[in-house]
């Protein structure tokens, strides 16, 4: 919104800026369209400089014709001078020495953020005296800064973030900047220590010095920055202590300490009513991990808004403290590899909305009568490497079952005993579940087999008995599985060639006998997999050949050609039922059949003049009710020779679909297939498909950041809701950019929820395969089962297509080859504006979001309830 109001006041500007050069000429202009020209014919890279043009006839009978108030990138004041160089993302390859700033005494702001700006950040940049906002982030860099900015008193925004600048900080130039508001420097060869004289910028609200080479103590003065909110330190060689006077901070709200060779315990915790960081009363997010801090930990979250408190890597010692009983809003601990001692907190079971718990490598002791019960957010649970012995609770609170978010558990390296709990497969979304060294005995329950999402499973070195069970083989998404170093015996179940995702597979000191499976994994897998076993056989080498002849023979030809026979089904068109007109249209307070003439009525019999395009799978038309109200009717085409009773819909699962309301999902009303037309109802949304907008230049220029931010935050919504608040789960199957439409208020609505449901062959997982090309998930080619994981997929390439302005194309085969990251900047969508500062930050989540959604492992993508509270939280 900031955004777009500096748009229009900018566009003003410009205006009232060359309607007034007409009648007044400034004496500076032309010096000023020098400088910028000379400036220009230095860089190697121009082309978005074009309307840069020399010669300026800027004088030609008093009148004023062009001038540099009309470039691209610049602005002028009512007298036509220039106040703002505004080219971020602009791809310069050049330096500054080129640019003679004391022609431009003007300028109020000057961004070049992310472009091949080299060289050193010029004296003469000092000239600048009104400069409130400086960006040079994102160049090249280098050299010391020069102790003329300390002339710019007016600066309010200072951003030098990554680049190559070096050398200390001198303490004068932090004297006259007392109008600073944001300062960033990290990611330089910064190197001294921090003067106190930091102090003295007593309007700071964000102070990132990350990932430089400071070193010294953090000085006290820093306690003055009362208006701090961000203070990120972390990534330096910092030493000593806290200094309490942070205590003073109370806006504080990110605090980032981690990765330096800070110590000492807590400021002023010996008292006994605790004071100093307890008094950060704004903090939501706390990282001093990877220190040297000792003593106790402090009660942090006494009143506050703790979010994320990492303490992990540190020599903190003594019990989880009490204090932490008030953190409400505490979603993230992790306070892994330090030295805690004494029991698990029953307290800490009472955090409604602790998602993420790892207290592994500590030494605490005692039973698990920790109170999951309270926790029902749970999403990750780590304790491994400490001395909780015990049994699992499984039958009364704490159940293990109930903790139904639960996505990660790794009770590994404990001295944990008995029988492993069934009640585990209840936990339906588990991705990894490590109970390695331990002391669990008996069999591995089968329930275990019902966890469709499990992705490593690591039950070695503990005394676990019996056959495997067979049921394991239906962990078809598992890629990681250790058995070893148990008594289990019997045969390997055949059951185990389901699991064509497995990776790593070991099942050596064991009392296991008979054939490996036949497939490509065990094949494939060395011989110390199995090694120590009874008597196991199969096409290994070191192993030996198994008789031909015996029927649980794995590697038969036969078995092996059943393996492969699996086909992908791949629906191209919708198909309808036999079904009466339903009572759904009451929602419109029509009988049926009314409704269906109308239709065919207010679409002239489905007349091309009321055609709006195809969508997903058929034509789609616009039906302009009597009642006024509008409705888009998309027409079921069946497949040539298709049965249409082939495919069975319950009214049930009908009108589950029509009573779904959500902002962001488009009303379905029902489904018509009386008659000769079949056909699905919507409602009909004005702005159409966010895939024809986006493909319209000019419609893509006005969907600037902010809506495009909003229009992903509202597919994630809808995706999450669908997913995680609709029961049984509602997979949509086939998001793309033309099953999101924008209404008109460019909020997006996906459309064709439950067009996959209605397709649905039975009640069995294994379905047909509907979907857009460019954005089914990879491993629908091969499992032909469609989990919630595949939308999570076809979410990120589409939010990726909504910050590119296309779909990404070539980029999701290079992820597919291992790249990791790329440059959020190098992928913006040209056509509207650059993101402002205030943007940038969002648009970056949505790209590493949607980075995460396109993992090619479909356990290794987040949820869509994780995805979107992480866009709304950026
Ligand atoms: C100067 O401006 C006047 C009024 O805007 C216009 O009529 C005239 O043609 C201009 N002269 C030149 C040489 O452009
Ligand atoms: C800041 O905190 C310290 C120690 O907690 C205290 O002594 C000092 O008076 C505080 N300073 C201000 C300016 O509030
Ligand atoms: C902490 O907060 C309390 C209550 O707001 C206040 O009385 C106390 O002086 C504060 N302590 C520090 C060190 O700022
Ligand atoms: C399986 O677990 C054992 C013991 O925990 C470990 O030594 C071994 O390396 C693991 N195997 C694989 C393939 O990771
Ligand atoms: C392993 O299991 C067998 C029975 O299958 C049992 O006789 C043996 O004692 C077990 N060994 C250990 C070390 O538990």
């Given amino acids: 919104m900031a955004y777009r109001g500096k748009c229009v006041f900018l566009a003003l500007l410009t205006v009232c800026c060359l ?6 000429a400034t004496p500076n202009s032309e010096a000023e369209a020098e400088a910028l020209l000379r400036w220009k014919e230095t860089l190697e890279n121009q082309t978005s400089l074009r309307s840069w043009t020399w010669p300026v006839p800027l004088k030609i009978n008093k009148n004023v014709t062009t001038g540099p108030c009309t470039w691209f990138g610049i602005a002028c004041n009512m007298a036509g001078s220039v106040t703002e160089i505004n080219l971020p993302n602009a791809q310069l390859r050049g330096n500054l020495s080129s640019l003679d700033f004391s022609s431009l005494p003007n300028l109020i702001s000057l961004n070049l953020n992310h472009s091949i700006i080299t060289g050193p950040i010029p004296s003469q940049i000092g000239t600048l005296s009104r400069l409130t906002h400086l960006n040079l982030s994102m160049n090249f860099l280098s050299g010391n800064l020069p102790l003329s900015l300390t002339n710019l008193t007016n600066l309010s925004l200072l951003y030098l973030g990554n680049n190559l600048i070096s050398g200390e900080l001198d303490p004068r130039l932090f004297t006259n900047w007392t109008r600073l508001e944001y300062l960033e420097l990290q990611n330089n060869n910064f190197t001294g220590v ?8 007593t309007n700071l609200k964000e102070l990132a010095l990350m990932d430089n080479r400071f070193s010294g103590s953090i000085p006290f003065e820093i306690g003055n920055l009362k208006n701090l909110d961000v203070l990120a330190l972390s990534g330096n060689h910092l030493t000593g202590p806290i200094p309490p006077s942070l205590g003073n901070l109370s806006k504080l709200t990110i605090l980032f300490l981690q990765q330096n060779n800070l110590s000492g315990p807590f400021p002023q915790l010996s008292g006994s009513v605790p004071e100093g960081l307890a008094n950060l009363s704004s903090l939501k997010i706390l990282n001093l991990g990877d220190n040297k801090f000792s003593g106790h930990l402090p009660p942090l979250c006494l009143g506050s808004r703790l979010q994320t408190f990492t303490a992990s890597s540190n020599n903190f010692s003594g019990p989880i403290p009490k204090g932490l ?22 307290d800490l079971g009472v955090y409604p909305n602790l998602g993420y718990l790892d207290l592994s490598y500590n030494n605490l002791n005692g039973v698990l009568s920790y109170n999951w019960v309270g926790c029902r957010q749970l999403t990750s649970l780590k304790l491994a490497g400490n001395k909780i ?6 039958q009364v609170p704490p159940e293990i079952g109930g903790l139904s978010h639960l996505e990660e558990l790794d009770f590994s390296a404990n001295g944990l005993s008995g029988q492993i709990p069934e009640q585990f497969g209840d936990c339906s979304k588990l991705r990894n579940l490590y109970l390695s060294k331990n002391y669990f005995n008996m069999s591995i329950p089968s329930k275990i087999g019902n966890l469709a999402m499990l992705g490593s499973l690591d039950l070695s070195q503990n005394v676990l008995t019996g056959e495997i069970p067979f049921q394991l083989g239906n962990l078809i998404m598992l890629e990681h599985l250790n058995l070893s170093h148990n008594n289990l015996s019997g045969a390997i179940p055949s059951s185990f060639r389901q699991m064509t995702g497995l990776t790593t597979i070991d099942l050596s000191y064991n009392e296991l006998e008979g054939p490996l499976p036949d497939n490509e994994l065990f094949r494939r897998a060395p011989l110390s997999a199995f090694s120590k076993n009874k008597d196991l056989c199969g096409k290994v080498q070191g192993l030996r050949l198994c008789n031909v002849t015996s029927p649980e023979n794995g590697t038969s030809p036969e078995n092996g050609a059943q393996s492969k026979e699996r086909k992908v089904f791949v629906i191209v068109g919708t198909l309808s039922v036999n079904h009466q007109i339903m009572e759904i249209y009451s929602q419109l307070n029509f009988d049926g059949k009314i409704v269906y003439e109308d239709i065919i009525d207010a679409t002239n019999g489905f007349n091309d003049n009321y055609y709006i395009g195809v969508g997903g799978s058929g034509r789609v038309y616009k039906a302009e009710m009597p009642t006024g109200h509008a409705l888009a009717i998309k027409i079921i085409q069946c497949l040539e020779g298709e049965e249409i009773d082939k495919i069975k819909t319950s009214q049930n699962e009908i009108r589950v679909l029509t009573e779904i309301r959500h902002r962001n999902i488009v009303k379905f009303y029902g489904f018509c297939s009386q008659g000769p037309h079949k056909f699905l109802v919507y409602d009909y949304i004005e702005r159409g498909s966010l895939a024809s907008i986006l493909s319209n230049d000019k419609e893509a220029q006005e969907l600037g950041w902010s809506k495009r931010v909003d229009i992903v935050r509202g597919i994630a919504n809808a995706l999450s809701y669908m997913h995680h608040d609709c029961s049984p789960p509602i997979i949509h199957r086939d998001i793309s950019s033309k099953n999101v439409l924008l209404n008109s208020e460019l909020e997006a609505c996906i459309s064709d929820f439950g067009t996959a449901r209605i397709m649905k062959t039975d009640s069995s997982n294994w379905t047909l395969v509907a979907g857009t090309y460019g954005y089914i998930a990879p491993e629908l080619a091969y499992t032909m089962r469609a989990t919630e994981k595949c939308d999570v997929y076809s979410f990120g390439v589409l939010a990726l297509e909504v910050i590119m302005g296309e779909h990404p194309k070539e980029l999701l085969s290079s992820l597919s080859i291992g790249e990791k990251s790329i440059e959020v900047m190098e992928v913006l969508d040209l056509r509207p504006p650059p993101p402002a500062v205030l943007f940038e930050k969002q648009v970056a989540s949505v790209v590493k979001q949607a980075l995460s959604c396109l993992s090619i492992r479909p356990n290794s993508r987040p949820t869509m309830q994780w995805v979107s509270q992480a866009i709304m939280e950026a």
């Fill in 325 to 346: 009983r008030n953190c409400e809003s505490l979603v993230r601990l992790s306070i892994k590899k330090n030295q805690l001692t004494g029991t698990l907190d029953q």
């Fill in 389 to 394: 012995t015990g049994e699992i609770p499984s």
């Fill in 19 to 24: 309607l007034l050069s007409k009648l007044e």
């Fill in 194 to 201: 921090l003067p106190p004289e930091i102090g003295l910028l």
